[in-house]
């Protein structure tokens, strides 16, 4: 899914995982990549929703990002100095009951058939290219072998983020203290179950989970080789390189296709952030809105809608 990259589905499944007693990554032993930011005169790029007077100031992000990675927060700072909201992008959660009575009757699904192991029902090729990832995150050969091929995907793409040290949970959660500290209120746009999602995509045969592996095997590939020229793009408010570095989730997207749900879910996700910006600009005065690119410059996606709806649009 582009919508934060974080994949929100996938976000439903590591609660699952971590409810199951998934094991977690080995301490890593040395980054292998090290990131330098030089502090720049200009931060990240904005756009400006403006409407009779008011103004939401759209912050694009990107993720990930790498560990304790270092921007320029004094241009947004001086915004929130005069800011009644601050608008995250949406958030998942686990019903607590809903979650429960997945656990106690579906739980199985988590896992291949009784006797067997996930290389056994993968496609031979994507159970090579499984071993083969494997070896490049320095993980056993047998790590994912007791999982179905959903939750192998979204663990590895967790295990390679561990291994690069690289978050999803930032810039949000820096934005989010900064709003904090000058007392102004940070709402999220939306928060979605995703229960049903994970139960339809865990209930599918593996000839077609098992291409969530391949998807995210290829965001290994790309991202260990531009993550960090996209973050240090997005820093400087560069967004032609950030572009060129940063690619929708290939993870996310296969979701989306294999899944009603997830599909619902991703076009509220813009439905929802859409909405928030309006009602911001109907209630007067300077917001902030936090967006993830995938969604806000993707084609009929948040900017392309406020423009349809008459909202005026500058930026970069």
């Known amino acids: 899914m582009p919508c934060r990259c974080i994949v929100l589905a996938g976000a439903f499944l590591a609660g699952l995982a971590l409810a199951a007693g998934a094991q977690p990554s080995p301490p890593r032993s040395r980054p292998l990549e090290t990131v330098i930011v030089t502090a720049n005169a200009t931060g990240p790029a904005m756009w400006h929703a403006s409407k009779d007077g008011a103004d939401v100031a759209i912050l694009g992000i990107v993720e990930p990002l790498p560990d304790n990675f270092v921007w320029n927060t004094r241009p ?3 915004l929130l100095g005069g800011a009644r909201l ?3 992008p949406p958030n998942v959660n686990m019903g607590v009951f809903s979650g429960a009575w997945f656990y106690l009757t579906e739980g199985d ?7 067997r192991t996930l290389q056994d029902i993968l496609d031979p090729a994507v159970a090579a290219e499984l071993g083969q990832a494997s070896a490049l995150l320095r993980e056993p050969n047998d790590r994912y072998s007791g999982d179905s091929p959903i939750r192998a995907a979204m663990r590895l793409g967790s295990d390679f983020r561990h291994m690069y040290y690289l978050t ?3 810039p949000e959660d820096s934005i989010a203290a900064l709003a904090r500290a000058r007392r102004v209120p940070v709402h999220r746009v939306g928060t979605y179950d995703l229960v049903q999602s994970g139960e339809e995509l865990l209930k599918l ?3 077609e989970t098992g291409r969530c592996i391949d998807a995210v095997i290829r965001d290994i590939d790309f991202q260990s080789r531009h993550a960090a020229a996209a973050a240090n793009a997005w820093a400087i408010g560069d967004v032609t390189a950030m572009m060129a570095n940063w690619s929708p989730s290939n993870y996310y997207e296969c979701l989306v296709r294999l899944s009603s749900h997830a599909t619902a879910i991703d076009a509220r996700s813009v439905d929802d952030t859409v909405q928030a910006i309006d009602d911001a600009l109907a209630g007067g005065g300077q917001t902030v809105a936090v ?5 806000l410059l993707r084609r009929d996606g948040v900017l392309d809608r406020l423009k349809a709806a008459g909202v005026s649009i500058t930026g970069p």
């Open 205 to 207: 045969p593996p000839s």
């Open 86 to 88: 601050v608008l995250l």
């Open 76 to 78: 947004l700072e001086a």
């Open 291 to 295: 967006v993830d690119i995938g969604i």
């Open 168 to 170: 999803t949970h930032e």
């Open 109 to 115: 699904l988590l896992h291949p058939p009784h006797g």
